[in-house]
């Protein structure tokens, strides 16, 4: 089934967005590089039963306006936090990051740690992966440099989020504090044959890093998985977002 999007004004222009569900609290799906909410379609029906949840485009994706300016980490989720206002949703919420928006949920929790009540990376960004092109061939370099310099032809495409991951990261760095919530790490199991060996095991205790941001966190392997559980093991995602959501619940029934 078509997943209903919708248009909405923010003050940097108009993203499409997404909302099912009701409950609390509520749950925000936040895209990979470029990713759009269509990403979501195998999880949305089936965790829209547990909480309201909310998923949109940013800018540059799909039918969202191509970005004005910098699409940082901050200003990616100041404009976040805008959109989740405007569709009525109110913290805090549980956020769930796929790749790069395992780097927003990080700064999001960091910035704002009263807002969020448990996080599930999802295959996500951890702040140290930007050292892994070391481990890249020339070849792939090359490739890459390539990309960039056609990039930099598109007016818009300069203020892509994949231009300033080394800006998110460094926001990241400068705040030390972590909420205490539930954090459910989600990895892939299966190889991927263009990342070397010594870039794989740098990036699997990456991985395991994101485990040591909470003491109530839990690593889930997708075993039949690369990058993209919610669409290969959806059952996995969803239930590591029940467990998170149920934890939560305990927490607050103990407290």
């Known amino acids: 089934m078509p997943i209903a999007k919708v248009n909405m004004k923010t003050s940097k222009g108009t993203i499409q967005y997404t909302t099912s569900g009701t409950g609390k609290p509520p749950i925000v799906l936040i895209n990979g590089g470029s990713g759009p909410i269509e990403g979501w379609m195998h999880i949305l029906?089936?965790?829209s039963e547990s909480s309201s949840v909310f998923a949109y485009n940013r800018f540059g994706v799909t039918g969202s306006d191509q970005p004005k300016e910098p699409q940082?980490?901050?200003?990616?989720?100041?404009?976040?936090?805008?959109?989740?206002?405007?569709a009525g949703f109110e913290p805090p919420y549980v956020l769930v990051g796929h790749s790069l928006g395992g780097l927003y949920a990080n700064l999001y929790a960091r910035l704002y740690p009263k807002e969020v009540e448990g996080i599930v990376f999802l295959e996500a960004s951890h702040p140290k992966d930007i050292h892994l092109d070391?481990?890249?061939?020339?070849?792939?370099?090359?490739?890459?440099?390539?990309?960039?310099?056609?990039d930099s032809l598109n007016?818009?495409?300069k203020f892509y989020e994949v231009n300033f991951v080394k800006s998110t990261v460094a926001h990241i760095e400068k705040i030390a504090s972590f909420p205490a919530v539930p954090v459910f790490v989600i990895t892939g199991g299966k190889?991927?044959?263009?990342?070397?060996e010594e870039a794989r095991l740098k990036r699997m205790d990456n991985q395991l890093?994101?485990?040591?941001?909470s003491t109530t966190s839990t690593h889930i392997i997708a075993e039949k998985s690369g990058h993209f559980p919610q669409l290969t093991e959806p059952n996995v995602?969803?239930?590591?977002?029940?467990a998170c959501l149920e934890q939560i619940h305990e927490g607050k029934k103990q407290a």
């Open 155 to 157: 007016p818009h495409k």
């Open 209 to 213: 890093d994101l485990l040591s941001l």
């Open 72 to 86: 940082d980490g901050l200003t990616i989720v100041e404009t976040l936090r805008e959109a989740l206002s405007i």
């Open 45 to 47: 029906p089936v965790i």
């Open 237 to 242: 995602v969803i239930a590591a977002i029940q």
């Open 191 to 196: 190889e991927n044959r263009m990342m070397p």
């Open 134 to 150: 070391q481990y890249q061939g020339s070849f792939v370099k090359a490739i890459n440099k390539l990309f960039s310099m056609f």
